[in-house]
């Protein structure tokens, strides 16, 4: 049977029988009672899990990252406006504007980002909800 670590959420091959009883984790070394709660599947949800719990790490890595790059674009942007042959009003304002877009655009992907982390959330609880 598999537990799940409540210290570093490792997931741990126990023998059968050990539910409710105290089992050391082969990872941390940490031992804590192979609760009901603990006992993990190997069906779909466990799969789900997973997944959720890889998109959350990969969109906490991915968003800096759209942050700088767009970041980036949106430096690039304004040197190019700011040697650019217009009075300096008009340049404030594409600067003003370079910003702005990239403001919205960090926004509009943060909100995309958490939407995916919902919906996979929504998903998890669907199935937690089903199996009970
Ligand atoms: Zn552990």
């Known amino acids: 049977m598999k537990v799940q670590c409540s210290q570093c959420q490792e997931i741990v091959e126990i023998p ?24 993990y599947e190997d069906s779909s949800a466990g799969f789900w899990a997973f997944r959720t719990m ?11 990252v759209w942050c700088i790059i767009t970041g980036l674009v ?21 600067i003003a504007i370079a910003i702005f ?13 958490e939407g995916v982390i919902v919906i996979y959330r929504i998903h998890d609880t669907l199935e ?5």
Not at 54 to 64: D, H, N, Y
């Open 16 to 39: 059968d029988g050990y539910a409710g009883k105290h089992v050391k984790c082969q990872k941390c070394g940490q031992s804590f009672i192979a609760s009901h709660k603990y006992i």
């Open 54 to 64: 890889l998109t959350t790490k990969l969109i906490i890595i991915i968003f800096p």
């Open 74 to 94: 949106a430096i690039g942007w304004i040197v190019k406006m700011a040697s650019g042959p217009y009075d300096v009003q008009s340049k404030l304002l594409k």
């Open 101 to 113: 877009v990239w403001l919205l655009n960090v926004c509009a992907f943060r909100v995309v980002c």
């Open 128 to 132: 937690e909800i089903r199996k009970k």
